[in-house]
């Protein structure tokens, strides 16, 4: 399976930035999306970003503009930028790596990280 590490949370004040990075623990070229998610306590987990092998980017229009989705194929990484931070950011923020196998059937698999916890408070 896909192994998936976050790293680069942390507390922030309003309006600061964080950059998160998810590690994969193997060439993300067999890897057709990858995304960020995230999920506040007692709440449903929600879309952020993806952008997927080929490039297309989409992101949450809660965002405003305020995330940058990115990937670094030879470090089999991707970015998220979060800048202008607002309360209502605070969540647990998950890794999303999607497979998809194709022979005489179609497989579909999802693989997460373990998440990294974004605070943005004063």
């Known amino acids: 399976q896909v192994q998936l590490v976050e790293s680069g949370g942390g507390l922030v004040q309003p309006g600061g930035s964080l950059r998160l990075s998810c590690a994969a623990s193997?060439?993300?070229?067999?890897?057709?999306?990858l995304g960020w998610y995230r999920q506040a306590p007692g709440k449903q987990r929600e879309l952020v970003a993806t952008i997927t092998h080929n490039g297309t980017i989409t992101y949450a229009d809660s965002l405003e503009g305020r995330f940058t989705i990115s990937r670094d194929n030879a470090k089999n990484t991707v970015y998220l930028q979060m800048n202008s931070l607002k309360p209502e950011d605070t969540a647990v923020y998950y890794c999303?790596?999607?497979?998809?196998?194709?022979?005489?059937?179609?497989?579909?698999?999802?693989?997460w990280g373990q998440g990294t916890q974004v605070t943005v408070s004063s």
């Open positions: 193997e060439s993300i070229s067999g890897i057709n999306a």
């Open positions: 999303n790596a999607k497979v998809v196998l194709v022979s005489t059937t179609v497989k579909k698999y999802e693989f």
